[in-house]
Nanobody, 124 residues
């Protein structure tokens, strides 16, 4: 099974940027659609972005559209989430997730493999 490790979180001021990385090990990453989710304490985990196995036609939550960009490098077994124009409400733990083959779902219950998360804190 694929194992996922996120990195790149940190503390930034509103308007700043971060790049989150998700390193995958195990089976070939190109067999998996990938997603990013986030969770604030006391809230449900919410969809952020997803990308297909080939990297085409990513999808985003409305709250991050135009500010965040998901990408992947299958040769390096890496998935990225670029966070620009950050807002305090983007503060959360960000999780990388993998789902075999099928792309297009925004439901966290459809993803089979998860990393442990990386904290993003945005101050006003």
């Amino acid at each position: 099974q694929v194992q996922l490790v996120e990195s790149g979180g940190g503390s930034v001021q509103a308007g700043g940027s971060l790049r989150l990385s998700c390193a995958a090990s195990g089976p070939t990453l190109s067999d998996y659609a990938m997603g990013w989710f986030r969770q604030d304490p006391g809230k449900e985990r919410g969809f952020v972005a997803a990308i297909s196995r080939s990297g085409g036609t990513p999808i985003y939550a409305d709250s991050v559209k135009g500010r965040f960009t998901i990408s992947r490098d299958n040769a390096k077994n890496m998935v990225y989430l670029w966070l620009d124009s950050l807002k305090p409400e983007d503060t959360a733990v960000y999780y990388c997730a993998a789902r075999p083959y099928i792309f297009g779902t925004k439901s966290d219950s459809d993803y089979d493999y998860w990393g442990r998360g990386t904290q993003v804190t945005v101050s006003s």
